[in-house]
């Protein structure tokens, strides 16, 4: 398990962002997001999946949610001002983002993207996301987080 650094952390660095990194074995890749709270000793509510939307207007959309929850596609919709939003195919994920699944984060895709994350991590003291890539994530503050990629907060889980 290699511990260098990963492009999300050399974001935070560069940005003063404080994060603590957080690696763990991933013997059959890409593992699930309860697999990985577990695995780093984290409450999964404060552990986050990133996940990639498009819009009606075929704008692109980023939602940060707990792990354990699902994406309400109607309020994240409602919250970027869209008729309707859907997940976008697994195969559109790395040529649009620059990452694979499992291990897609909001910081340092190739394009900036409209980021959510839901209200249930906003008081959270600190949340979890990927850093880029299986087996690495990040802890930080959800506000210096979405400070970072000028994200805000909205209720988008379920």
Do not use: N, W
């Given at each position: 398990m290699s511990e260098e650094k990963t492009n999300?952390?050399?974001?935070?660095?560069?940005?003063?962002v404080a994060y603590t990194p957080h690696w763990y074995?991933?013997?059959?890749?890409?593992?699930?997001?309860?697999s990985v709270a577990a695995l780093i000793g984290k409450n999964p509510e404060a552990v986050c999946k990133t996940l990639v939307t498009q819009g009606a207007?075929?704008?692109?959309?980023?939602?940060?949610?707990?792990?354990?929850?699902?994406?309400?596609?109607?309020?994240?919709?409602?919250?970027?001002r869209e008729k309707s939003?859907?997940?976008?195919?697994?195969?559109?994920l790395l040529p649009l983002t620059g990452y694979i699944h499992g291990g897609c984060s909001p910081i340092g895709?190739?394009?900036?993207?409209?980021?959510v994350f839901d209200e249930s991590v906003e008081n959270q003291p600190t949340i979890t996301v990927s850093a880029g890539k299986i087996g690495c994530q990040v802890?930080?503050?959800?506000?210096?987080?979405?400070?970072?990629?000028?994200?805000?907060?909205?209720?988008?889980?379920?």
């Open positions: 999300v952390m050399r974001v935070l660095d560069q940005k003063k074995a991933h013997p059959d890749g890409a593992v699930d997001g309860a207007s075929k704008k692109y959309y980023v939602f940060v949610i707990p792990v354990g929850r699902e994406l309400d596609l109607k309020a994240a919709a409602k919250a970027v939003i859907e997940m976008i195919k697994q195969a559109q895709m190739k394009k900036q993207f409209p980021t802890e930080a503050a959800p506000v210096d987080l979405a400070a970072l990629v000028r994200g805000s907060f909205a209720p988008v889980s379920k």
